[in-house]
């Protein structure tokens, strides 16, 4: 049996804007068509996650937090394959809700970049 636990607890979540400011002056940036991922590198054991979804690019409410209930269900799945930094994830560009797929696809490529660009 598996000792991998698949849980989001509190301690894996950006929290304090603070945390989120200087995640965001980072300078490790990966930019897709809908979405961005900035990465920072901390002293933790493991990856933390924030999102950012603002009213510009999704104005109802439902749907900024489906867009982040499915971010954060992603995370919680890969969690184990993740380094150990601190990711915030921004929506870019304005979407509808049957784009859902293809914006899941640019979450998993701008991961990918994110890892293969800390390994070199």
Do not use: W
């Not at 049996?1 to 929290?15: G, I, P």
């Not at 945390?19 to 990856?47: C, E, I, Y």
């Amino acid at each position: 049996m598996s000792d991998l636990r698949y849980k989001f607890v509190r301690a894996q979540r950006l929290l304090v804007t603070q945390q989120f400011q200087t995640v965001l002056k980072s300078v490790r940036r990966f930019k897709g068509r809908l979405l961005q991922l900035q990465a920072l590198d901390v002293n933790m054991p493991h990856a933390r996650l924030g999102i950012v979804v603002g009213k510009k690019q999704l104005s109802r409410a439902n749907r900024r937090n489906t867009i982040k209930r499915h971010i954060r269900e992603y995370f919680r799945l890969h969690q184990h394959d993740f380094l150990p930094l601190d990711y915030v994830v921004r929506v870019n560009q304005r979407f509808l809700p049957e784009d859902l797929a293809e914006v899941m696809k640019e979450l998993e490529r701008l991961f990918q970049q994110a890892k293969r660009c800390n390994k070199s």
